[in-house]
């Protein structure tokens, strides 16, 4: 079987090797007074407690506490003008502050702005389910559990939704692995044939971008062509000359008889 080897500490990776360079950061512009965000700022004020709220690429970006999304989406809904909720997620921020970062993309189609709705929850916590204000949030909640694993209360369906039901693990936490982890590389072997016939089968490649020359059913080995499926033998490996076919102007195995006519 594959070793797998956990991945705990992705986000503490050194992705720079010049201790001096700063990952450049979008501004932070401060609500103007009177503007449209601060109206939206002021009534969110007395609805819930707003932790921060400044204006990031031209639309309000609000912190507030993961158990009052309803509260302040219902006011940006019944009260703002933000009828439509046209994004919801997560970001797996686990390995630097210990919490996912769950964020609602408001926009008001009236004044054409946008709002970006922002809270923090804990690994094992659960954030209140939107369903009952926007309707789109029903497949999103869906693919942040299955995705984040991160359970969404009240929803009225909460299973998975891309991967199966029996599957192990949520991929889109950045301590799993790329390719899958030792469960995946074998899912398909255990559901179509059995566990026992992985010493027959073997695991399953989920590294698309391995070639192995000596894999005579994936590839056409061009120059080296055997019978689908044989076994190759390093050592005894013969080698076929390659041809190609001759047309009218261009002979492509000796090159072009209408430029050795030119010269």
Not at 243 to 261: A, C, F, M, P
Request: glycine share 6%; with cysteine.
């Amino acid at each position: 079987m594959r070793k797998y080897t956990p991945k705990d500490n992705v986000q503490k990776k050194s992705y720079y090797t010049d201790r001096f360079w700063v990952a450049p950061r979008v501004p932070q512009e401060r609500v103007e007074k009177g503007s449209h965000f601060d109206m939206v700022v002021k009534i969110l004020s007395g609805k819930t407690k707003l932790k921060e709220s400044f204006v990031q690429l031209g639309q309000l970006r609000i912190l507030i506490d993961a158990k009052e999304n309803i509260q302040a989406l219902t006011a940006l809904r019944d009260e703002c003008g933000y009828k439509m909720c046209s994004e919801l997620s997560a970001v797996d921020y686990l390995a630097k502050d210990g919490e996912f970062e769950i964020f609602y993309q408001m926009l008001n189609l009236d004044e054409a702005k946008r709002v970006r709705v922002v809270c923090r929850i804990k690994e094992g916590e659960a954030i209140e389910s939107i369903v009952p204000l926007f309707k789109m949030a029903n497949f999103a909640e869906r693919e942040i559990f299955d995705m984040f694993g991160i359970v969404a209360n009240n929803h009225p369906f909460m299973k998975r939704i891309i991967m199966p039901d029996d599957w192990e693990g949520h991929p889109l936490l950045k301590t799993y692995p790329l390719h899958g982890d030792e469960f995946a590389s074998w899912y398909e072997v255990d559901k179509i044939f059995g566990k026992e016939y992985r010493d027959v089968i073997g695991p399953e490649n989920r590294d698309p971008a391995r070639v192995d020359r000596y894999d005579s059913q994936r590839f056409s080995r061009v120059g080296y062509e055997v019978p689908f499926g044989e076994t190759i033998d390093p050592e005894n490996e013969k080698e076929n000359p390659i041809s190609y076919s001759e047309t009218i102007l261009v002979d492509y195995n000796t090159g072009s008889k209408t430029l050795e006519k030119r010269k």
